[in-house]
């Protein structure tokens, strides 16, 4: 299984990303999908999550109304696309895979871990 995570960049606050997360040799609609970072000196934390048919979605309260995670299971990949970035939003951006339904925040339940893409944001 291979697991790729990309998009990551320096921007502006108020700025946008959009993170792409892609996987091969595996059935991707069989997967849910989550998003985590991990900021500096801090514990990774979960932003976002996505269920295995991409009809369910959940959202850390820093990234609610702000970004958006989407699932495409015929191209293998999903995305978070990020809006009105702050300074706080500044970390190592990881994709996930976990082998159940529904939108998981707990990083446990996840089997597989990409290798991490980072986001600055400077204010």
């Known amino acids: 299984v291979q697991l790729q995570a990309s998009g990551g960049g320096s921007v502006q606050a108020g700025g946008s990303l959009t993170l792409s997360c892609r996987a091969t040799?595996?059935?991707?609609?069989?997967?849910?999908v989550g998003w985590f970072r991990q900021a500096p000196g801090k514990e990774r934390e979960f932003v976002a999550a996505?269920?295995?048919?991409?009809?369910?979605?959940a959202y850390a309260d820093s990234a609610k109304g702000r970004f958006t995670i989407s699932k495409d299971n015929d191209k293998g990949a999903a995305a978070l696309e990020m809006n009105s970035l702050k300074s706080e939003d500044t970390a190592v951006y990881y994709c996930?895979?976990?082998?159940?339904?529904?939108?998981?925040?707990?990083?446990?339940?996840?089997?597989?871990w990409g290798q991490g893409t980072l986001v600055t944001v400077s204010s």
């Open positions: 040799k595996l059935r991707f609609s069989s997967y849910s």
């Open positions: 996505i269920s295995r048919s991409g009809g369910g979605t």
């Open positions: 996930a895979l976990a082998l159940y339904g529904g939108t998981l925040t707990a990083s446990s339940m996840y089997k597989y």
